[in-house]
């Protein structure tokens, strides 16, 4: 069979059509006012999808540089913090703060499960040295969403920050920077800001901000107070990812077209049909709970090996879902519906899924979890 | 919800990423090297499509003018031809034999059946004086699939060449020019062969290229034997489309690299799975009996305005299925299964027409198409 690429993982995640013609035109320089012009409606652009009337900063990296910026930036050697682990990616926030020397206390939660912000607010309450919360939107290797909103309720009343790892999330997930009062913002450029790899960003309330001013920790490459003196100038410190940005404003656009509002219903409809598909086939989801509109984990059956499944799909359909990671390889298969994706996306993900399943010996009644999602996406 | 576009017509069908880049690429002079390099291979790779030693001609035009091609440089005025005409573009034969002033006998078939070759037998039986027949291979307007194969076996033992219209069936069904002797056949780019519209071949049989020695019809853009001196020294007589035959030959070497009976095997498949799936839906079809694999047209109830369906899927889905021509007008759907296409592309249409039928109150049981295709394109 014919193979079209099929990009249903959580980033990269397939690129708009637009952007890639964007991306292909020919390089200008970066010290222009062409330039210049182009990376203020990439910065107006994420202020309207972080929703935030701040600065949003654009360094060249992958997310983890937008991560590292913000403990080198807020924080001084031995500063005690609060990081939230309830999956790979919040995991990171321990490692790094280990590498600086910030003493973090890890919150452990179980892989599947949201972190309760009461136990958070208790940890606040019992130690007011605790400089920063760190924590995961949506977490994408178990496809929790985390309570940001009750977080940032919390974080107001103390003189701790709270810093979102909102990756996978922003563009896809309801997030109201401002409103809720979230300090630290930090997002990438693969997933629903639907471009390729290359870019992080990292917003910060004023209340953030003031902690740069005594933070001891090294930075060069991603100190936040020289990032945001440049964007106040329109400018950036370094060499910008020229084409990347070009691109990033032809996403943007298309963005502020759809209206952000309508663009985190669609990610949470896609979710929604993914969900009770998954359940039409008689299959688990990972994160019943506290279900994300970014990825959808699902486990499987004993007698079905999610590494072989993931491979099956990728070999026979080109249809790239993801696997499980750590404990999870092997038990569950992620399905994203993040960024560029519409209905018939998620058609295509369930229909790969039941077919690959049939072949694989498990039983269930072929087409059930197409007709469920037909049902919900024919609104 | 973000659209999509999906293109499911018989033609202009998806150009693969390959042909688009290819024809990105800046634009290269016509009487170089390079570009006889280009038509070389083109050429190459046409014969392998159309599975004959001759050359195929390739002019800048539509398909419409390759059939004009065939009528003025093989016949003169008053000469006797037979047209086959059972659809829209069967009668495109009869009206530029008008315009020539070539008698054509007109050979009606009901729109939806194919003509039966003891019929064709017959005229030429009756009338020695009989110089072509002219049919279609696939009538895109009712999906009929001809047996070209019984009509040369015919019009072999005849004066007679047989001269088929194949512009939208050429690498989507068999057709074996050389091994079943057919005459001439005309194609078009923006089919089977997946690139934009403004290409059109024709080939010749030794059979049929003598007729162009003794043609007094007046022809000079698409003169023939023009054509044929210039590809035997590697050149066009006229400005070729550079960078279509650009897209063409990556389009070609996808075909050689799929290999051209596995290209005809995927188009059966997507027909077969997008047939029984409309029948699962409760549909019938137009053309039961002799169904092409390039186009599947459906009859619609009564009570489905098929303007209106079409009109639907565009608007709500970005699926462009094909609607009815003239007395077909609001009564059928044609869905293709053309070019680059895969299981996928079947799977799309059929959830958009299943999801659309709903909304416009048709009653059936949702999903019932799906699970039908995946029946079958699961294997």
């Given at each position: 069979m014919l193979?079209?690429?099929?990009?249903?993982?959580?980033?990269?995640?397939?690129?708009?059509?637009?952007?890639?013609?964007?991306?292909?035109?020919?390089?200008?320089?970066?010290?222009t006012k062409e330039f210049r012009a182009i990376l203020a409606e990439a910065t107006e652009g994420l202020k309207y999808v972080?929703?935030?009337?701040?600065?949003?900063?654009?360094?060249?990296?992958?997310?983890?540089?937008?991560?590292?910026?913000?403990?080198?930036?807020?924080?001084?050697?031995?500063?005690?913090?609060?990081?939230?682990?309830?999956?790979?990616?919040?995991?990171?926030?321990?490692?790094?703060?280990?590498?600086?020397?910030?003493?973090?206390?890890?919150?452990?939660?179980?892989w599947g499960k949201a972190v309760d912000p009461a136990v958070i607010e208790n940890e606040l309450e019992k130690d007011s040295e605790i400089k920063a919360v760190f924590t995961t939107l949506c977490e994408t290797s178990t496809g929790v969403r985390t309570d940001i909103k009750a977080l940032a309720e919390i974080t107001k009343g103390h003189q701790a920050v709270l810093v979102v790892d909102a990756i996978s999330a922003v563009g896809a997930e309801g997030l109201k920077t401002d409103e809720w009062g979230v300090d630290v913002v930090v997002a990438g450029s693969q997933k629903g800001l639907m471009i390729p790899p290359g870019l992080a960003f990292v917003s910060l309330s004023e209340k953030a901000y003031k902690l740069t001013g005594?933070?001891?920790?090294?930075?060069?490459?991603?100190?936040?107070?020289?990032?945001?003196?440049?964007?106040?100038?329109?400018?950036?410190?370094?060499?910008?990812?020229?084409?990347?940005?070009?691109?990033?404003?032809?996403?943007?656009?298309?963005?502020?077209?759809?209206?952000?509002?309508n663009v985190i219903s669609r990610h949470r409809l896609l979710a929604e049909a993914t969900r009770e598909a998954v359940k039409a086939l008689g299959l688990e989801l990972l994160a019943p709970e506290s279900p994300s509109c970014v990825?959808?984990?699902?486990?499987?059956?004993?007698?079905?090996d999610g590494v072989e499944l993931v491979k099956k799909l990728r070999s026979k359909y080109d249809?790239?879902?993801?696997?499980?990671?750590?404990?999870?390889k092997g038990k569950i298969i992620r399905i994203a519906h993040l960024g560029y994706m519409n209905c018939f996306d998620t058609i295509v993900g369930i229909s790969a899924l039941e077919m690959?399943?049939?072949?694989?010996?498990?039983?269930?009644?072929?087409?059930?979890?197409?007709?469920?999602?037909?049902?919900?996406l024919a609104g």
């Open positions: 193979k079209k690429r099929y990009l249903l993982t959580p980033g990269p995640t397939p690129v708009p059509p637009e952007s890639l013609l964007a991306m292909a035109k020919p390089i200008i320089h970066h010290r972080y929703q935030t009337k701040s600065d949003v900063l654009i360094f060249a990296s992958s997310g983890t540089g937008a991560m590292e910026s913000a403990v080198c930036n807020l924080l001084s050697k031995g500063d005690k913090v609060i990081a939230v682990s309830g999956g790979k990616f919040g995991e990171r926030w321990g490692e790094i703060c280990e590498v600086y020397g910030v003493n973090a206390r890890i919150i452990d939660v179980e005594a933070s001891d920790l090294p930075k060069y490459y991603f100190d936040i107070k020289k990032a945001k003196k440049s964007i106040e100038k329109g400018d950036t410190p370094y060499t910008p990812a020229v084409n990347l940005v070009v691109g990033l404003v032809e996403a943007l656009r298309l963005i502020k077209d759809e209206g952000i509002e990825v959808t984990a699902v486990k499987l059956p004993e007698a079905i249809v790239w879902a993801a696997g499980g990671q750590a404990d999870l690959t399943l049939r072949e694989m010996g498990y039983k269930f009644e072929l087409g059930a979890g197409v007709k469920k999602a037909e049902e919900i």
